[in-house]
């Protein structure tokens, strides 16, 4: 049986994952877990609790850019890399733990399912909005910080936007993942093939 907190978070996030909010009741969750309703509410008093805790771990907690990527002091090239490893490091974190099958029984992709939390996020955590907006500013503030550390260093031409620039990168995985996520998942060499791309074009 299954007691362990953390493990407990691991199978709520498959059910809130794979089917909508309305219809995880406490007794899936436990079910999911292996435990009773007695159980589940030995560690949250309600299924907003254990919603909750999901999203702060594996939506604002696993997204949080200081998590994902780290510090980067190198070149812009170097930051892509690192970024790219990032992704790649918090799909298999996460993207497994989402992995199954909608309501109606057919099979989808994984990041399907992860982007099916994230619209539930912004639905029924309180006060979501002002989260994922703090979460995409710290990201876009990170890319700047590597664009403007380029131009400064001459490796990217001088004229170019930085703002801008550090935009186009944060927004080509955010699109690109959305968009596959329709399809089979996030293809990180096609993503990496994007960057690189707007990379030359902007190369000293």
Not at 8 to 13: D, M, R, S, V
Not at 65 to 71: D, E, I, L, Q, V
Not at 86 to 96: E, L, N
Not at 141 to 157: F, I, L
């Amino acid at each position: 049986m299954k007691t362990n907190r953390e493990e407990i978070l691991q199978n709520c996030l498959s059910v809130f994952a794979t089917m909508n909010y309305e219809r995880a009741s406490i007794t899936e969750l436990s079910r999911a877990c292996g435990l009773s309703r007695m159980a589940i509410h030995h560690y949250f008093p309600n299924k907003q609790a254990v919603f909750t805790a999901v999203v702060d771990r594996y939506v604002f907690g696993v997204q949080d850019p200081a998590n994902k990527f780290g510090a980067s002091e190198g070149s812009l090239a170097d930051f892509i890399d690192n970024y790219l490893d990032g992704i790649v490091r918090t799909m298999r974190q996460i993207v497994g733990l989402c992995a199954g099958k909608t309501e109606g029984g057919g099979a989808v992709a994984p990041n399907f399912h992860y982007f099916n939390l994230m619209l539930q996020t912004r639905r029924y955590y309180p006060g979501a909005e002002r989260k994922f907006e703090q979460l995409y500013r710290k990201t876009r503030t990170y890319w700047r910080k590597a664009v403007q550390r380029a131009a400064e260093t001459g490796e990217v031409r001088p004229d170019i936007d930085v703002a801008r620039i550090a935009d186009m990168f944060h927004q080509i995985h955010f699109g690109l993942s959305f968009e596959q996520a329709m399809l089979q998942g996030l293809d990180i060499g096609t993503l990496a093939g994007q960057f690189r791309q707007l990379y030359e074009l902007i190369r000293a």
